[in-house]
């Protein structure tokens, strides 16, 4: 167990360092560095103020251990726009973001786990087939043009939910949360239901698909001759031999709600970080560029980490291959 | 499965035997024949857009600013009606959509060529070289596929700019490891059977048992993966057009025609961010449906 989390660990970090050279090669090759770190308003004495502070005129390599450096400490440099530590900035939008993400998901289990197990164990039933082609559309369906049409019809239609931002916002634990007063509630659940449209389709067909190949299993068979309960049987040998691959699409698609979420707050307005990386893009704002993207590598790196050691306690087959 | 041609007395079909059967196959879905027809319709209104669209919408000389944001079914002085509205600029809606699919479907296609052509060349080496070469190929692909598309292509475009072309790199790099995953584990499997034994034992060079004999062994799921990658990089381009980063205003791809129809959502100007939204809507169904049939066609345990 220990050897195999150290394992994961060296892992885990030769990943990071492979993600900090692909963007530092990225923005300090590809891109023209000094066009990057550089405001073009600068002056003259700016330029050369800048270029000294970050090595410019240095050698590759010692730019890469400069950028190394700067990323340890956390310092990925100010704004172009905000004129702020880009780092700062950003841990400032997270709460937004989590909070957005932590919903979608949570909607997605409720609805998507539910949905599928029911297509699953009644696969012929009229209900469970057009459960599945609403999950295929559910694939389908392209998310920013959904969150628009949420948009058309419940807010410019019906006129039941606002369509941009978070609404008033309560502090909790140090950052804002919409979800703790009732306006900010509202503010959130278009947002939330456009995001976790993509997964809750997913969540379904996982689950049937792993209910499925459950079923025909001996336990199943030998759970019900034995004469458990139907309702016995489907909670603890069915779903609790689903929760392996379940549990390991859930983290991750967890991260790729966060990543996807670029879309939902730019349609939404949501105030995250997704948002403020499109902002930054199209505003050229590299040093919050390179602050996101290496906030992503760390958060996905340590998601991947978390759902590996998940997989270890939940599956006991794993435990002891790493042993053997 | 059962070999259900029995008057061969259970000697597996020639080639163009178990193409027909495969293609009889295909058809026997309803929704998988629908998709079908619905795409062939939209890979012809794509190709011949110019002849049929009732105007030029890249053609700035064309478009009279007068009529921007005109309802579905309005006419123009010149007498020509539009059928789905025209957008702010003036632009038909209709003519924007058949000119906004060419460039979703080039798009669509183009990377998912590319990057199955790039990943199946490294699935392939991975699984026929082994040893350094397969290691170093497969942690590149685990790093690639341990971060979602999305972010992937983010990152691309951070880095390259915005565009379609840098649209379209950013895709193929974003993609091309699923396919080298899905090729090497097939590959691997193939690898050990006895055609490539024999192969081996005839001294041909490796080259050719790599791409004569492995490689159309290995075809079946890229097929499928490459169809459903057209879906996911069409709407993937149309999300990135949309955030502004891909098709300019002036030449507007499906994704940023639905953009600039964004903000007159909220006056209820609906058309012309909902049609086009629709034609691509449509195009991704029609493209998923066709993937979902050949994966239960393509599907080895399926195949005689």
Same mark, same amino acid.
């Given at each position: 167990m220990v050897t195999s989390i150290i394992r994961r660990l060296i892992q885990a970090l030769f990943v990071i360092v492979a993600m900090t050279i692909i963007v530092f090669i990225g923005v300090s090759v590809i891109g023209n560095p000094v066009d990057i770190l550089i405001n073009p308003d600068a002056n003259q004495a700016e330029r050369a103020r800048v270029i000294a502070h970050y090595g410019l005129d240095q050698p590759l390599w010692k730019q890469y251990l400069l950028f190394l450096q700067g990323l340890l400490q956390g310092d990925f440099g100010n704004s172009f726009v905000y004129g702020r530590p880009a780092l700062g900035l950003i841990m400032e939008r997270l709460p937004a973001t989590l909070e957005l993400a932590i919903t979608a998901l949570g909607i997605a289990i409720v609805f998507g786990l539910p949905l599928g197990l029911y297509a699953g164990l009644y696969p012929n039933r009229v209900s469970s087939k057009l459960i599945m082609s609403g999950s295929i559309l559910g694939f389908s369906l392209p998310t920013f043009w959904v969150g628009l049409m949420l948009i058309m019809v419940f807010s410019v239609e019906l006129g039941w939910l606002p369509t941009n931002g978070r609404g008033p916002t309560a502090e909790l634990l140090g950052a804002q949360w919409s979800f703790l007063t009732g306006e900010g509630l509202r503010h959130l659940l278009l947002p939330a239901f456009n995001l976790a449209l993509f997964k809750t389709s997913l969540i379904m067909r996982l689950t049937r698909a792993g209910v499925q190949e459950v079923l025909p299993q001996d336990y199943v068979k030998f759970a019900r001759a034995k004469g458990l309960r139907e309702r016995r049987v489907i909670a603890v040998h069915v779903l609790k031999n689903l929760m392996i691959p379940v549990v390991t699409i859930i983290g991750l698609e967890f991260g790729s709600l966060i990543a996807f979420s670029v879309v939902t707050e730019s349609i939404f307005a949501w105030p995250g970080m997704g948002k403020l990386i499109i902002d930054s893009i199209n505003l050229l704002d590299r040093p919050v560029i390179v602050a996101y993207l290496m906030m992503m590598v760390l958060l996905f790196v340590v998601l991947n980490f978390i759902i590996d050691i998940c997989y270890t306690i939940l599956d006991p087959r794993i435990r002891l291959d790493a042993k053997a | 499965m059962a070999e259900p041609n029995a008057q061969d007395g259970g000697v597996p079909d020639a080639g163009p035997g178990r193409l027909a059967k495969g293609i009889s196959d295909f058809f026997r879905s309803p929704a998988a024949a629908i998709g079908f027809v619905t795409l062939i319709v939209i890979c012809c209104l794509a190709l011949f857009a110019p002849w049929i669209?009732? $105007?030029?919408?890249?053609?700035?000389? $064309?478009?009279?600013?007068?009529? !921007?944001?005109?309802?579905? !079914?309005s006419e123009s002085m010149t007498g020509l009606v539009y059928h789905l509205g025209t957008d702010s600029q003036g632009r038909d809606i209709l003519s924007g959509i058949l000119y906004g699919l060419r460039t979703s479907l080039i798009v669509g296609v183009l990377s998912a060529f590319a990057a199955a052509i790039i990943g199946t060349t490294a699935g392939l080496f991975a699984a026929y070289m082994g040893k350094r070469t397969e290691t170093v190929i497969m942690r590149l692909v685990d790093l690639q596929l341990s971060f979602p598309t999305i972010l992937m292509a983010l990152m691309m475009l951070a880095i390259l700019g915005k565009g379609v072309t840098n649209v379209v790199i950013a895709l193929i790099i974003a993609e091309w490891a699923t396919y080298a995953r899905t090729v090497r584990g097939t590959a691997l499997v193939e690898r050990e059977k006895e055609y490539i034994e024999a192969a081996r034992m005839l001294r041909l060079p490796g080259w050719r048992i790599l791409f004569k004999h492995l490689l159309p062994n290995c075809l079946a799921p890229v097929i499928v993966i490459a169809t459903m990658q057209v879906a996911r990089a069409i709407g993937l381009e149309a999300t990135l057009s949309f955030l502004g980063l891909g098709a300019s205003v002036t030449e507007p791809s499906l994704g940023m025609l639905i953009s600039t129809g964004y903000q007159y959502l909220l006056t209820g100007l609906y058309w012309i961010s909902f049609f086009p939204g629709i034609a691509l809507l449509v195009t991704i169904v029609a493209i998923n449906l066709v993937g979902d049939r050949l994966r239960d066609v393509l599907n080895p345990r399926n195949m005689s």
């Open positions: - | 669209s009732p $105007q030029n919408p890249y053609d700035l000389m $064309q478009l009279d600013i007068m009529d !921007g944001r005109l309802p579905p !079914g």
